[in-house]
């Protein structure tokens, strides 16, 4: 049912963890659904996304949307990060089953999320 | 890959055909092929070998042979009973009373029949572990009440319900009483007469029998109207040229796990038991789902805290290990398992199910393997959740 690329970020999850002292953390997704998704970032001066770091409450597609994600938005600045789409980040897998769509859309929410926060913290 | 160990823990979704059901089957694919209606003598052997077979889970059950209609397999039989019980006591009613913790093929069906005004139905709420009492029955009937509707053991959880509680009451009460006794039948000893069970469904794959055969046990005098028309077979009330090679798999199938419940049980129970015990000394916050004692001795629940069900399968089966769980992501829906949510878990701790199910195949070297593995999974992903705190 799911990719070798799915399976592969499930087994080998890229950027698994929290950072210290984050630049901005974004948390969406609840328990009662099942998934629950949780990026940190760290953003440098030049407004460059250093590092990330996901944790993640799901199913297989949810550890792996998270693991890609991050993969995906480390290194861009905060407005290319913003630009990945989840049909990106699904793209990058290889496809997902239609059921697990929902975690890639969680992904996403879970970036933005992590940078509003961040500008949320600057704007003070 | 290849040199991992291989174990299949999930013999409440199906169990492998054993090889004297195999063996049994063979000739009547090609050699026996003939019609058991037709007239020539082949067709009358193979006619015997049916009603061979019928006497089999007659005696097995402590039915007459002509109480056993066989049937395509579990979800015919539930939808036999409960549409044929409609039909055959349209004159008394249409109340119907069942539980939270049905399987879908009963809850389903009546759901979709009570949406189109076909029965009304009472679904009575299920204890922590999955159980509903005679009392409830009792209180929920009323002088239109057509059947009652429990299932004998439960699916996910394994929990064993009072049947011959119900059975008594529902016998006093002439009202008609049905179990889906798919998940107990060659797994726990099962006598319709001292049960006072009037319908019972029942399916071979679940004791190392063939898919796509079962049987349903129907008391003489029940009015079942049959929902399958056609030819005469199975004395009118289930048409269709019989599935011979699965009807003969079934019937030997079960007369082995019948002959040697005793000892397979202890042996089984005694390996379940090790699990029940040892997972949660090996892991911490994990809960067992399901009676502890009132349960089927193949059956092992437990909810996992701050993991995910669909990951704890996949991360088994890149071990070898193959099982079930009652989380949404293995379902399709957004919801978890029906009978973890009645018996009152919150969603999360239900999301985190994992049912292991065993069979006479199971061994002690496949235990310690998966004692071995589980604990390291289940440390490995609440590593990654966002819900746990590393101690």
């Known amino acids: 049912m799911y990719s070798e ?6 087994q080998n999850p890229r950027n698994m963890g929290e950072i210290e002292n984050p630049s901005g953390v974004g948390t969406v997704g609840n328990a009662k659904c099942g998934d629950i998704m949780k990026i940190s970032i760290l953003v440098n001066d030049d407004g460059i996304i250093e590092d990330c770091r996901f944790k993640t409450f799901g199913c297989g597609a949810a550890v792996a949307t998270s693991s890609m994600a991050t993969e995906m938005i480390k290194g861009k600045t905060l407005d290319e990060a913003q630009a990945v789409t989840n049909r990106a ?4 897998l290889e496809g997902l089953p239609p059921q697990k769509i929902h975690c890639s859309v969680l992904a996403e929410e879970a970036i933005a999320a992590a940078i509003a926060d961040y500008r949320a913290k600057q704007g003070q | 890959m290849s040199d991992k160990m291989q ?8 169990t492998k055909l054993c090889d004297e059901a195999w063996v049994a089957m063979q000739p009547y694919f090609r050699e026996q ?5 037709s007239l ?3 067709a009358q052997r193979v006619h015997k070998a049916v009603e061979d077979a019928r006497r089999t889970v007659a005696e097995a059950l402590h039915a007459d042979p002509k109480e056993i209609i066989f049937t395509g397999g579990g979800s015919e039989g539930d939808n036999a009973v409960l549409r044929g019980i409609v039909q055959g006591y349209a004159g008394k009613g249409k109340h119907i009373i069942t539980t939270a913790a049905e399987h879908h093929a009963v809850l389903h069906t009546l759901e979709l029949m009570q949406t189109r005004g076909e029965v009304e139905l009472t679904i009575l709420p299920v204890d922590e572990f999955g159980m509903v009492t005679a009392a409830q029955i009792r209180a929920a009937l009323r002088p239109d009440t057509i059947l009652v509707s429990v299932i004998f053991a439960n699916n996910e959880v394994g929990s064993i319900n009072p049947i011959a509680e119900i059975g008594a009451l529902c016998r006093a009460a002439n009202v008609v009483f049905h179990t889906d006794a798919v998940q107990a039948l060659g797994h726990i000893p099962v006598d319709v007469q001292a049960l006072h069970i009037d319908l019972l469904t029942l399916t071979a794959h679940k004791f190392h029998g063939p898919k796509g055969v079962g049987a349903l046990y129907a008391r003489r005098g029940i009015r079942l109207m049959p929902q399958i028309s056609g030819g005469g077979q199975e004395r009118g009330r289930r048409a269709g040229t019989e599935n011979v090679p699965g009807i003969v798999g079934m019937a030997v199938a079960l007369l082995k796990a019948v002959a040697h419940m005793p000892e397979t049980t202890a042996r089984i129970q005694a390996l379940r038991d090790r699990l029940l015990c040892e997972i949660p000394a090996r892991i911490p916050e994990v809960k067992l789902n399901g009676h502890p004692t009132a349960r089927l001795p193949n059956n092992v629940n437990f909810s996992i805290r701050y993991i995910e069900g669909e990951s704890i399968l996949l991360m088994l089966d890149l071990n070898g290990i193959a099982a079930s769980s009652g989380s949404a992501c293995t379902s399709g829906s957004l919801d978890p398992s029906h009978v973890l949510l009645a018996m009152g878990l919150p969603h999360e701790i239900a999301h985190g199910s994992l049912r292991l199910t065993l069979s006479e195949y199971t061994t002690d070297a496949e235990i310690d393997y998966v004692l071995d593995i589980l604990p390291q999974i289940v440390t490995r992903l609440r590593a990654m959740s966002p819900l746990y705190n590393v101690p």
């Open chain 1, 89 to 92: 980040v699904v793209e990058a």
């Open chain 2, 40 to 42: 020539y003598m082949g």
């Open chain 2, 7 to 14: 174990v299949y823990m999930d013999n409440a979704a199906t």
């Open chain 2, 33 to 37: 092929f003939y019609n058991p209606s």
């Open chain 1, 5 to 10: 690329r799915v399976l592969d970020h499930f």
